[in-house]
């Protein structure tokens, strides 16, 4: 049973990947860690469920603006490039995505002056 929802969940992460997060297939660039994606919102949802359970990548809603739905999914693994993703609704009804880049530590003041 295990090994059939893990060849469920690979087949289903498709696409490629920017700064190491999933795109589904079809996706487009559209700007520099900003993607359009072809699917609708519900699909995308879904879509994003299976490649990251919210269990390990919890979600959390964004502030709506003019109508726009939008979601952030947290990455904690700290090995990774990416540290969150916005996925959002445009007016338009196109489904987008922006892969957040994680931040460099900033050096405490005691490593600066070393």
Do not use: C
Not at 76 to 83: K, L, V, Y
């Amino acid at each position: 049973m295990h090994i059939a929802l893990l060849l469920a969940a690979l087949l289903a992460a498709g696409g490629f990947k920017a700064r190491g997060f999933s795109l589904p297939d079809g996706a487009v660039k559209v700007d520099d860690d900003r993607y359009r994606l072809p699917q609708t919102w519900e699909d995308a949802i879904r879509w994003y469920r299976s490649v990251y359970p919210p269990p390990r990548y919890p979600r959390s809603t964004l502030k709506n603006q003019s109508g726009i739905r939008a979601v952030h999914i947290q990455n904690r693994a700290t090995d990774s490039e990416w540290g969150g993703a916005n996925l959002y609704e445009t007016p338009k009804g196109e489904v987008r995505i922006f892969v957040v880049a994680r931040e460099e530590p900033k050096p405490s003041p005691a490593q600066q002056g070393k």
